[in-house]
Every structure is written in C-alpha cells, then in structure tokens.
C-alpha cells in the first residue's frame, strides 16, 4: 500500500510505502522463523494494548460521517476555483476540470497529507517516506519530481507562471494551473473549441504515467486508456454527492476508442502477462492474425445469444464475472513476483493503493523497488486486474509475503470517497474465490472496528489489512473501511435485515409484467418486453432483459414505470427506512438512459431523483430511504419517506425518444440496512 503512520516517539510521522516493504525483504533473509513468531507476539501484545486510533462499530459511523461532512463544506470552496478556471480558458470543454478532479482525488486537496516541514522546506523537497511511488499533488493529482512518472506539476506552474510550490499545496492554484497547462497543450494541437472526446491525447499528458524514451507497450497504453477512461466516465455518468458536482455529459465513447480497447476497459476483469506485453480478458482469447479479441469458443453461443437479444451487432460483449474462474488461464509473468518455496497459500491481505487505479497498474508495470501485489481493483466500478500469479509471490506485505494473497483497493486511506459499493463487492467476490480455491475458511476474516494505526491481529485471523499484520509499517486500509460490511460480503449473510428482492435466477419475482403494463408508462409501445435471460447476468446465472420499443404514435419521450408486485404494496416486502438502502445492478447496450425507484409511502408514492445509466458496463444505482435529498414527490407524496418502513413500487427508466429498441439488463434487486 502507499501511506504509512509510523509511530515515533508518540507521534505520528507519514511514510509512504507503496505496496511492499524492501527493508521487510531484507529482514526476511535475516530472521529465523523462531525469532519472528517471538517478535510477532511481542509486537501484538504490545499494539494491542496500544492507546492507538481504534474505535468502537458506532464510532466508526459517527468518524465516517464528520469526515465527509468536513470534505463537502472544502468543496463549496472548490465550486468557485473551477469557475474562475473556465473564465480563464473558456476554450477549454465544460466540466472537463470537474471530473479530472473526481478522478484524480475525489475532490480532495490533501490526499497526500504533504505539508510544508517545519525546516522551511517544502515536502516536495525531500524523500517522501522510502523515496518509493511518486505522489499524485492536489486536487488534479499532478505527479512531480520523480524518476519514473512525468513531471506535470513543473510544467503546469511554468503554464500559469506560478511558484511550482503553490501549485502544490494551493487548491485554487493546482485546478488554475492545471486549466492552463491543458489550454497551453490545446493551442499546441491545433483544437480550438474541443469536444470532450477530443481531449484524450492531453488527458494522457496530464496522467503523468507518460515515459520519456520508453518503448511503445500494451500494458502502458492500457494505463494511460484507464486514466482517460475514468475522468470521462465521470462525465458520462455524472456525480452528484458529498459536494461534489460533475454534470452529466453523454460520451460518444466510440470516438475517443476503439471497441476492442472499450471492451478490455469495461471488461469485469484483466489479467496482465508483462513478459508478453498481453493483456488478457476472461472469456475471451486474443487472435493474432486480426489482432483482436474474440470470445472463447465454449462462450461464443451465449456471446451471440446476446447479440441476438438485440446488442449492437458485431460489439463484443463483457463477459460475467462469475464466468471465469478468477486464477489466470496461462501464466502471467509480472517483472516482480517469486516461489512462495514450500509455503502454502493461507491468508489474505487488503490493501489501499494510495494512488490512482491507472498509477498503480504503470507501477507494477515498471518500479525500481520490485513492489507488486496480485490484483488491483478500481474504485469506480470495481473493475479487477490481475498482475501476479496466485501461487506465485507477490512483493506486498513483507515478512508475510509468501503465504498471502494481495489486493489493491484504489483511493487513500484519509479519503472515504473511495471505498465504493461496486468495490467493496468485486473484493468480496474476489476474496471467496481465495476461500474456495485456497481452503481459506470465509469466517476467519476480520470484522472488528477499522483502526488509523498498526494494530497486529492473531494470526488465526485470516483475512486481514496491511495494518493487522506483524512488521509493518504500513496503516491501510485505515479508519475508514467498513470491517464489518465487508465480513458480512464475503460471508454472504450481509445485516440480518439486509433483502434480496428479486436475482431473477428461479423466477422473475416481483416483475411479472411487461414495461408498458402500467398506465404511468409513456412513450413506448405495447410490443416492449421484459423476460429472464441467461445472454448476460451481472451476479449468478439469470438477469432480467427489458426490451424497449418506441411508441411510433407518440412524441413522447420515454418515461418507463417498472412495475415490482404489480405495483400493489400488498405483493411488496416491507422495508425499514432507518439506515435502509433500495438499489439494483443494471446494465444499457446504449447512452442517455437514466433510472429512479418509486416507494409506497404512508401518505402516497414518492420517487427518487434519476441517476444516469452508463453505457455497455454494469452499475450499480442505489438511493437512501432516510435521505430527504433523494426522494421526490409522485402520486399524493410528500417528497420524502414519512413512514417508518415502505415497500418498492416500482424502477423508473427515463430517455429521449428514439427510434431504436433499446436493451436493458437488471440484476440483484435489494435492500441494504446499514444502520
């Protein structure tokens, strides 16, 4: 992982660690086995009774909430410094900076915790920790003086004529500065008024991940389509939460890439084979002759079912990602990773990159301090790519490397923004597969209270974070992972009030009825259909395929009410509103749809605000009962959940008319209690 609080003479002092230990090799070598369980103990015996940042479940709530409030009330300020930035260069496209920013940081200045020292020197100055991973300053994440990633924080504070130590540490100035550096590039490539899709060769500029003089590589270039991936999917599918303010453009993904290099980004998962400079997709094989992918032959009649079901004809579909089995089908040799020698695989360690998911990949790709770890997970969606072998080991966690399985989670372990639902869920997913594969008993996972220090756990404790184990200096994930959320993932049980409504793999539940059954429905036709398909599942075997049809005797656009129970809360589980959650997996073949959720409320039905559904990948939409900011009113509502539990009336699918039919897929439809 990437920062570290070592504790040194009580206080706290940053070390940035990226994601295994040189020093803890070494000490590998030097160490009987004998001497380090005599030193585990001791280091355990004396962290535990450690006055250290521990908290109880309920703290943890209250830490998370007061953190993100803290973030909202900076980011007001952020609002004015984007539009002072546009006014500056308004040649540049409308929410381009916006969305950058979501993805380099969440919207956060001091990610890196770097500061001015009290010697007069600024943090840049000096070593950062082991001198390993760059850092990523401020809220664009500008990389600056290191020797492997491009130095853009020098070049943007050439572009705006500005102290390069103000843009590091001056939010207003790191977003102005960065504005002027892409205007600059801009005027360079000759674009005088660009579209979005336009701007792909100078967000790869602005990544950093750029090597001077290094030779064209797969693995690189897909580094580069992540980072320009994720500050465009920002865009298209737009962010509204905890003060962060991205409006949502509709991208027309097929001119910033490719539809082979779109289906490795939206792919569920990667596998990376550095020796070969191959990037594998599950389910899919690579033919060199077209230079291609294409799907695997035991695949190919459900790939084409799905095209049958009305996909795009010709466009590779992501395969599911319970379709593959997540161990490599080949050997994937990284440039770092070894013999685990005569150790089994046993235990498991969570890690946070603290960095970008696009930073960590070019990394791994090439670092001199030979550090690595067996997949990396992105925040957004929960995309996973695999970069060493399972029985091979990885370089992540020291002493214990050569029995553990290493995961990297994207984000920073003093940012909560980043520990999303769609990667809590690919980790968990990816964590029982160790257990099935490995005998790793599921139950041995951790599920006390997250913890901002080291805090050595027993090692009968299998499941652990980078922070729980012996010999670290490393604290991630840190306070704000969700232990105890993500026991109940990996276990399958969830809250014992948690309620899976409908998966679709027996019957199709509560969805009984056609799309326009109800009379609320507008703009499509009698001929649309909903149906339980096995072409394309996002969980499981089965999802349910809604096939849209425009209604030619209308103008109307599309307003589609969904109908759970026939729309009768009779037919409908009750669901508390206190700390509950309704939400579902979907997945569009095209842009510019949207989705809401409707609710039998005591005084009439309310409907949530619409949240974009981004094209050809798997999302997850969820809405908070107990959020009046969610919540709308509909037929005799209110705009907000009077009641102390309701039931689901129905989801809302929203677009434009169109000519076209349209395909969805939703899958899992639940309630979440987190209390």
């Known amino acids: ?201 100078l967000l790869e500029k602005l990544s950093g991940l750029e090597e001077t003089g290094a030779a064209k590589s797969s693995v690189k270039q897909y580094a580069l389509d992540s980072y320009v991936f994720d500050v465009l999917s920002a865009l298209d599918r737009g962010v509204d939460d905890q003060g962060i303010d991205v409006k949502q453009h509709s991208i027309q993904w097929q001119k910033v890439f490719d ?37 695997k032959q035991k695949d190919a009649s459900k790939n084409q079912s799905s095209l049958n079901a009305g996909q795009t004809k010709g466009q590779l579909q992501p395969p599911s990602i319970l379709s593959t089995d997540y161990g490599p089908a080949r050997y994937v040799q990284s440039p770092y990773h070894g013999s685990r020698g005569s150790s089994g695989t046993s235990a498991v360690t969570v890690h946070t990159t603290q960095g970008s998911y696009a930073g960590t990949i070019s990394w791994f790709r090439n670092n001199p301090y030979s550090v690595s770890a067996h997949y990396v997970i992105r925040s957004s969606d929960g995309q996973i790519t695999q970069m060493v072998r399972e029985y091979r ?129 507008k703009g499509i036709s009698s001929a649309s259909t909903a149906s339980r398909t096995s072409a394309l599942s996002r969980n499981g075997q089965y999802s349910e395929q809604i096939k849209l049809v425009d209604n030619k005797y209308s103008n109307a656009n599309w307003s589609v009410r969904f109908l759970s129970g026939g729309g009768s809360p009779s037919n409908n589980q009750q669901l508390s509103k206190a700390g509950g959650r309704i939400g579902f997996w979907v997945y569009s073949g095209g842009s510019g749809l949207s989705a809401a959720m409707s609710a039998d409320d005591s005084d009439g039905t309310e409907r949530t605000i619409a949240r974009s559904i981004p094209a050809n990948r798997w999302t997850y939409l969820e809405w908070k009962l107990d959020d009046s900011k969610q919540w709308r009113s509909w037929v005799g509502g209110n705009g907000i959940i009077s009641a102390s539990s309701v039931t689901l009336d129905a989801i809302w699918f929203y677009r434009n008319q169109t000519s076209y039919n349209v395909y969805l897929y939703i899958d899992d439809v639940q309630y979440r209690f987190e209390g």
């Open 259 to 295: 539809q082979q290099t779109l289906l490795k980004l939206r792919a569920p998962m990667l596998k990376m084979d550095m020796s070969k400079d191959q990037i594998e997709i599950p389910g899919y094989d690579y033919d060199v002759q077209s230079e291609t992918y294409q799907p």
């Open 393 to 521: 080991k990885a370089h992540h966690v020291g002493v214990h490397n050569p029995y553990t399985l290493g995961i990297e989670h994207e984000g920073y372990v003093n940012n909560p923004s980043y520990y999303t639902n769609a990667m809590y869920n690919a980790s968990a997913n990816l964590v029982k597969h160790f257990c099935s594969r490995h005998s790793i008993n599921c139950s041995t996972a951790y599920r006390g209270s997250p913890s901002s220090g080291i805090k050595v756990l027993p090692s009968s404790v299998k499941i652990k974070g980078h922070q729980h184990f012996s010999n670290q200096t490393h604290t991630d994930p840190g306070i704000y992972w969700n232990w105890s959320g993500y026991y109940q993932r990996i276990n399958g049980s969830g809250s014992p009030n948690d309620k899976m409504l409908d998966n679709f793999e027996n019957s199709e539940g509560h969805f009984i009825h056609t799309p326009a059954y109800s009379g609320s429905t």
């Open 1 to 201: 992982m990437l920062i570290t609080k070592k504790q040194v003479n009580g206080r706290a002092i940053a070390c940035a660690v990226i994601m295994g230990c040189v020093s803890n090799l070494a000490f590998a070598k030097s160490t009987s086995a004998s001497q380090q369980h005599t030193n585990e103990l001791k280091q355990e015996q004396k962290l535990v009774n450690a006055p250290d940042a521990y908290v109880s479940e309920q703290k943890f709530q209250q830490q998370l909430s007061e953190k993100l409030n803290q973030k909202t009330l900076k980011r007001q300020a952020y609002k004015q410094h984007f539009y002072d930035a546009y006014a500056a260069f308004p040649q540049l496209p409308a929410g381009l900076l916006e969305a950058i920013a979501f993805s380099a940081s969440r919207w956060s200045q001091d990610n890196a915790s770097l500061e001015p020292s009290k010697s007069g020197k600024r943090a840049s100055d000096i070593s950062y920790g082991h001198t390993e991973r760059p850092v990523a300053h401020g809220i664009m994440g500008l990389y600056h003086k290191n020797h492997v990633f491009r130095d853009v924080a020098s070049e943007a504070a050439k572009a705006y004529r500005v102290p390069v130590e103000d843009v590091l540490f001056d939010a207003r100035t790191n977003i102005i500065a960065t504005a002027a550096l892409l205007d600059q590039w801009r005027q360079a490539s000759g674009l005088h008024q660009p579209d979005l899709e336009q701007m792909r060769p």
